[in-house]
């Protein structure tokens, strides 16, 4: 397609719009209404679709037309109706004087499609419209470029303390982790210990051996009568070499469960060694294993290797000068004069072709924030689609499968690539990209990209930890999407890799690491991110600030309170709403709390109320796919699972119900919020942690789109409970949101009883 929507939308509204008129009698008459090369016009209009700027109030869709030769504009437009009996575009048959239709499955073959071709990749116009080639005219400010920034709070010893510090986090992660595998061994059932940790039961002794050092290794083996054929047990059972694991016997016997290594795996054999020093030291075990028909259980302790994979890269930027320098903040950071390949400005606004801009003319590193729908990961794509343009190779990374998936392929189907999306830029240019692992669980993403040869290709996407097979400096830039959920060790694994780092994310929302609901203290790490921002300032970041999300009355208050006051609102989004319900709401309910026997909160006042928010929205027509529901207790969630199977509505297990931490990067039409915490002493738990709380309230408010719906007891939030301090406690933001809810009208009181 030739430039963004929002670039086709601007230079549109320019022109003197008006309905397009076609003489159908003539035209057939000539043979000039049937094409010979048929339009992928179902996609042109699965993508106007997509952009609300193209959208009328009654669902239906404007399709601009370009000259019959070329991609300017011409300010003619089709309508696009979705509801009709039979799909169709309308347009002023000039013969007639009268509308005229096309349905929908045959517009490709006729002329109007024509004049919609190049708003698809598949049909090139040969030289750029007029809008894009203003819009890449590079004003003379971008061209300057940035002084070297320093440091105003270098760190000493050239950070020697930092590094140790980095790698004492990763040895207390691992103690962490084998602590939750442990106490999650005594408190879960077998079968939900192994489905959510890996591992595998059922396995009987099968004797001893010897390593090479004369080091007793003990075999488990998987029975005969358990398995038809050949078993891989690293890919079904998420058990490798090197592993460590808890061994526990089916019957209570005693001396288990013991701590093992795995040594080696061979078919459905494992050969494991056992810490003596960490589990019940049973002097018979020997004699039991050999003896006996007992069956085990075999789960994961700790996967070892991510932790190592961050060693490793802490000890390579520490080796690296120059790294090591920007780590530390003892060496300035720079930036070239200028980059060889324009960046189009018909692809981004304005915040972010700067932001862009300041990325590839970075020599060391640098920061993009993206607040909530403001083109974070459509910043980092044009990055990657300029940097490889100028025939740099890049490493495209993300913290976990999902997200990877995300910045390379987005929405985008076999036959519709998603604009913002790596996948969009390899199907129009001769770009090249790879995924590294098969942890896709992307259609796509299997077919086109899973298998690709990552040493060819021009851009490699891969998640942190998957980023370790590299060698240094193999690539010339790396980019990190949602940033601010790594940890420092996490990121300078693809910053080993390359020999310039951009980071992007919102240090607004969730950190890497935070508490549990049950914690009664904060446990914040902090992000690279954050650290290079608190070394260098915002002379090495930018940030975007016009979100294409949230309705202007839903974006209101984070604005105020999270981004300052700086987000600006998309001309799409401004207004949208879901008629006639208002697009923020909030509902204050007197509930109580109890505690769940895993030790969360639950509310079935509240459970009750959120059900009938959603049938409010259901009834007006919003599909349950479109609606989420999310609360920051788990215990919390399949409360409302239960009230919503409770309504008199089709498709309500459709509706998503989550913790906050699972929806952050997610967005509904219509999200509902429940607090839980209700208490008359202002007890809200982790909610009001004085970092966390703030961040975890900015990722619940900023999730939908048309309509935001805040369930809880805004007497209890707005409390700081006895003997907390003021800056121990978040309770001052909630009471800014509840003088909010108020000054606007959105806030109502609730009575709900429950039977």
Request: glycine share 6%; aromatic share 10%; net charge negative.
């Given at each position: 397609m030739v430039g963004s929507l929002d670039a086709v939308h601007a230079a549109f509204m320019q022109l003197d719009r008006r309905p397009a008129v076609f003489d159908r009698e003539i035209r057939r008459h000539v043979g000039r209404w049937r094409l010979d090369t048929s339009v992928p016009a179902t996609d042109v209009i699965e993508?106007?679709?997509?952009?609300?700027?193209?959208?009328?109030?009654?669902?239906?869709?404007?399709?601009?037309?370009?000259?019959?030769?070329?991609?300017?504009?011409?300010?003619?437009?089709?309508?696009?109706?979705?509801?009709?009996?039979v799909p169709c575009v309308?347009?002023?048959?000039?013969?007639?004087?009268d509308l005229a239709e096309v349905a929908?499955?045959?517009?490709?073959?006729?002329?109007?499609?024509?004049?919609?071709?190049?708003?698809?990749?598949?049909?090139?116009?040969?030289?750029?419209?007029?809008?894009?080639?203003?819009?890449?005219?590079?004003?003379?400010?971008?061209?300057?470029?940035?002084?070297?920034?320093?440091?105003?709070?270098?760190?000493?010893?050239d950070g020697e303390a930092l590094l140790e510090e980095l790698r004492a986090m990763i040895t207390d992660q691992e103690v962490a982790e084998r602590e939750d595998a442990r106490r999650a061994c005594e408190l879960l059932p077998t079968s939900q210990f192994l489905a959510d940790r890996g591992g595998l039961e059922g396995l009987?002794?099968?004797?001893?051996?010897?390593?090479?050092?004369?080091?007793?290794?003990?075999?488990?083996?998987?029975?005969?009568?358990?398995?038809?054929?050949?078993?891989?047990?690293?890919?079904?059972?998420?058990?490798?070499?090197?592993?460590?694991?808890?061994?526990?016997?089916?019957?209570?016997?005693?001396?288990?469960?013991?701590?093992?290594?795995?040594?080696?795996?061979?078919?459905?054999?494992?050969?494991?060694?056992?810490?003596?020093?960490?589990?019940?030291?049973?002097?018979?075990?020997?004699?039991?294993e050999l003896d006996s028909e007992e069956r085990f259980v075999v789960g994961e302790l700790l996967n070892p290797v991510p932790h190592d994979r961050k060693r490793a890269a802490v000890s390579t930027v520490a080796d690296d000068e120059r790294k090591r320098g920007w780590l530390s903040g003892t060496a300035a950071v720079g930036f070239r004069d200028g980059f060889d390949v324009p960046l189009s400005k018909a692809r981004l606004n304005k915040f972010q072709y700067e932001a862009a801009y300041g990325a590839l003319t970075a020599d060391d590193v640098f920061c993009i924030h993206g607040p909530p729908g403001t083109g974070k990961t459509r910043t980092l794509v044009e990055v990657v689609r300029a940097a490889c343009a100028d025939g740099n190779r890049v490493l495209a990374v993300a913290h976990s499968n999902q997200a990877v998936d995300n910045l390379l392929v987005g929405d985008s189907t076999p036959n519709r690539p998603d604009p913002s999306s790596i996948h969009a830029a390899v199907e129009s240019t001769d770009l090249t990209a790879a995924r590294t692992g098969d942890r896709t669980s992307n259609d796509l993403v299997a077919e086109r990209y899973a298998g690709n040869d990552l040493y060819q290709s021009d851009v490699?996407?891969?998640?942190?930890?998957?980023?370790?097979?590299?060698?240094?400096?193999?690539?010339?830039?790396?980019?990190?999407?949602?940033?601010?959920?790594?940890?420092?060790?996490?990121?300078?694994?693809?910053?080993?890799?390359?020999?310039?780092?951009?980071?992007?994310?919102?240090?607004?929302?969730?950190?890497?690491?935070?508490?549990?609901?049950?914690?009664?203290?904060?446990?914040?790490?902090?992000?690279?991110?954050?650290?290079?921002?608190?070394?260098?300032?915002?002379d090495v970041a930018a940030t975007l600030k016009t979100q294409y999300r949230m309705h202007e009355a839903i974006a209101a208050f984070p604005n105020r309170?999270?981004?300052?006051?700086?987000?600006?609102?998309?001309?799409?989004?401004?207004?949208?709403?879901?008629?006639?319900?208002?697009?923020?709401?909030?509902?204050h309910v007197e509930g109580t709390e109890e505690r769940s026997p895993a030790?969360?909160?639950?509310?079935?006042?509240?459970?009750?109320?959120?059900?009938?928010?959603?049938?409010?929205?259901l009834d007006v027509g919003v599909t349950p796919d479109d609606v989420g529901v999310i609360t920051p207790y788990s215990g919390q969630i399949g409360k409302i699972r239960a009230a919503l199977a409770r309504l008199d509505h089709h498709g309500t297990d459709r509706v998503k119900v989550a913790t906050v931490d699972a929806f952050q990067g997610s967005e509904r039409e219509a999200i509902v919020v429940s607090f839980?915490?209700?208490?008359?002493?202002?007890?809200?738990?982790?909610?009001?942690?004085?970092?966390?709380?703030?961040?975890r309230l900015n990722v619940a408010l900023t999730r939908a789109r048309k309509r935001c719906v805040l369930v809880g007891n805004f007497d209890t939030l707005r409390t700081r409970a006895p003997g907390m301090d003021p800056e121990d406690s978040a309770a001052d933001v909630y009471q800014r949101l509840y003088e909010h809810l108020e000054e606007t009208g959105s806030l109502s009181k609730q009575e709900c009883s429950i039977e």
């Open positions: 993508t106007f679709k997509r952009n609300a700027d193209f959208i009328l109030d009654d669902e239906k869709v404007v399709l601009p037309l370009h000259e019959p030769d070329g991609a300017d504009l011409t300010g003619e437009f089709l309508i696009y109706y979705p509801d009709h009996v309308v347009y002023h048959d000039f013969s007639t004087g929908v499955e045959d517009l490709g073959e006729t002329y109007p499609a024509w004049r919609l071709r190049f708003w698809h990749p598949e049909f090139d116009p040969g030289t750029e419209p007029t809008y894009v080639l203003e819009a890449d005219a590079a004003d003379p400010a971008d061209l300057e470029p940035d002084e070297p920034v320093e440091s105003d709070a270098p760190l000493p010893d009987v002794a099968a004797g001893t051996t010897e390593d090479a050092y004369g080091q007793q290794l003990h075999r488990f083996r998987i029975p005969d009568e358990r398995l038809d054929g050949p078993v891989d047990v690293t890919e079904e059972y998420d058990i490798y070499p090197g592993s460590e694991v808890l061994v526990d016997s089916i019957e209570d016997v005693p001396g288990f469960p013991a701590e093992a290594d795995v040594v080696n795996i061979e078919g459905r054999q494992l050969e494991l060694s056992f810490h003596w020093d960490r589990g019940p030291d049973n002097p018979d075990l020997d004699v039991f490699v996407c891969a998640t942190m930890s998957g980023a370790h097979r590299f060698g240094e400096d193999i690539f010339e830039c790396a980019v990190v999407d949602e940033a601010t959920q790594a940890t420092i060790p996490d990121s300078l694994i693809p910053a080993a890799s390359a020999k310039q780092l951009v980071l992007a994310g919102d240090h607004r929302q969730l950190p890497p690491y935070y508490a549990g609901e049950g914690e009664a203290e904060e446990a914040m790490v902090e992000s690279l991110f954050d650290h290079l921002l608190a070394l260098y300032g915002d309170e999270f981004y300052s006051d700086d987000l600006t609102h998309g001309q799409r989004n401004r207004t949208w709403s879901i008629a006639p319900l208002d697009p923020l709401a909030a509902v030790n969360s909160y639950y509310n079935e006042a509240e459970a009750a109320v959120v059900a009938e928010e959603v049938a409010r929205l839980v915490r209700s208490n008359p002493e202002g007890h809200s738990g982790f909610l009001t942690f004085p970092n966390e709380g703030p961040r």
